[in-house]
């Protein structure tokens, strides 16, 4: 007769082995990138084929060089890993395979000045490149959940289609009163530059995947219109008291309204509000400060 004790170690047994037969088959679906594998998949993830690596970054590279990763691998001098890494905005960390984190993060909080400089840079550095944007807001709007605005620059084509890189600006908690005021500014000086930027929502998780710069953005050379089509309007926020305090946190006693109202118009009297189209809405936010 089996003793209770048996039993049970067999069961363990078996679930040892389980657990090591699921090990292996984990292992044996996630293989491990090498720094050529990343190389192609960066460009692919960007809507570049394979074989149009060589003629969008030059570097000597040939389409017999690409054609598979060993050859490709020693071809992959520095010049050619920083210069991938700069046409896509990158980091070499990634690239390299030491670090998750794909694209750079930027945090312009309290500083859209900073903001200013930073995209009147890209626009020197590119004078022929077109940049947009698109502010993703969460669908439900509390809490942490942030908000990430996200700039697209044109960077070359192939043939008659436009590549473009990606600029991450996050740490936007969006139902907080004091980032909204500093989001609005960011979004009046993009189009107060004629850079445009389109909003739209999406669940907190999804954003929380873009965010933090671990995701390989690109969306297969589709742009950020993959993301999905325009629900809102941004510049709004500068022009309009009710769209800059939507899904605002009003906090006890209605401070938070009163407050984004109040560094609004400071913000405003710097010029920061001003999204290129003349017109004076302060007044519109002096009234509704004023019911409050």
């Known amino acids: 007769m089996i003793g209770v004790g048996e039993v049970l170690a067999t069961i363990t047994s078996l679930e040892k082995l389980g657990k090591f037969w699921s090990w292996i088959r984990g292992k044996r679906a996630k293989p491990t990138e090498t720094v050529a594998t990343r190389f ?74 900073w903001f200013a400089a930073f995209l009147d840079k890209l626009l020197a550095d590119n004078p022929e490149g077109q940049i947009i944007g698109v502010l993703i807001a969460p669908e439900v709007a509390g809490g942490y959940a942030e908000g990430l605005l996200i700039l697209q620059e044109t960077v070359g084509a192939v043939g008659d289609k436009p590549i473009y890189r990606y600029h991450l600006c996050n740490d936007w908690l969006f139902a907080y009163w004091k980032a909204r005021a500093y989001l609005t500014a960011c979004v009046a000086i993009a189009w107060r530059r004629n850079v445009f930027v389109h909003g739209i929502y999406m669940p907190w998780k999804e954003i929380q995947r873009l965010y933090q710069g671990e ?16 629900r809102w309007d941004p510049e709004d926020m500068a022009l309009r008291p009710d769209a800059f305090l939507k899904a605002v946190d009003r906090e006890r006693d209605n401070y938070g309204i009163k407050s984004g109202l109040q560094l609004w118009l400071e913000l405003e009297a710097s010029g920061l509000m001003d999204i290129g189209l003349k017109a004076d809405v302060r007044p519109l936010f002096q009234a509704e400060l004023a019911k409050w």
């Open 215 to 230: 995701t390989l953005l690109g969306w297969q050379g589709e742009g950020i219109w993959g993301l999905g089509p325009k």
């Open 40 to 113: 192609i998949r960066l460009f692919e993830s960007h809507g570049v084929h394979r074989n149009q690596i060589p003629r969008f970054i030059g570097h000597g590279l040939t389409v017999r060089d690409v054609q598979d990763d060993v050859s490709l691998l020693s071809k992959l001098d520095e010049p050619v890993l920083e210069a991938a890494c700069a046409r896509f905005s990158v980091r070499r960390e990634w690239l390299d395979g030491a670090e998750p984190q794909i694209h750079p993060c930027h945090d312009f909080y309290k500083h859209p000045e």
